[in-house]
């Protein structure tokens, strides 16, 4: 088996999950997925943005296969072929199937904490927005009060004439 490099290129993600690079590219763009680093014009990703991209594959391959009639069979044979590898390796060692679910869940948290930072960011914007809102109200309020006494003070003056 080879050795897993520490560091993954998109051409290296597309020949470790046997999809196109343009996949991988479109995987990434859709789900925002942010390199660790560039060397040159190249991004790299750790192993969390490899499982990421995995993931944003596995949502994306339905859709590819519905949308690509022919590459539907050889994605088809080619998963039944994995399948049928993990079912092996699960055989052979039952460890490894509660570790790859593990690393699943593990993924499927990461993106959860992130979605949930998000919401917290809308959240704080959110209140914000409320508070600069009764800010403005309030001094609407005070601007009318201060414009009804000054009428008050305009019309008395005019009827003391």
Known sequence: MAKIPR???????ARYFGVELHTVTNAIRARDIAPVG???????????GARKVRHALAELR?????????????LRNLMQRRTAKLQARAQANPLSEASTRVEEIRATISAWSQELREAEVMLEEAEQAARLAAEAEDEQTHFDVLADLFKERWARGKTKK
């Open 7 to 13: 560091f993954w290129t998109t051409g290296d993600l």
């Open 38 to 48: 560039r060397a040159g014009k190249v991004r790299l990703y750790d192993a969390l």
């Open 62 to 74: 339905p859709k590819h296969m519905a949308d690509h009639p022919k590459r539907s069979a050889k």
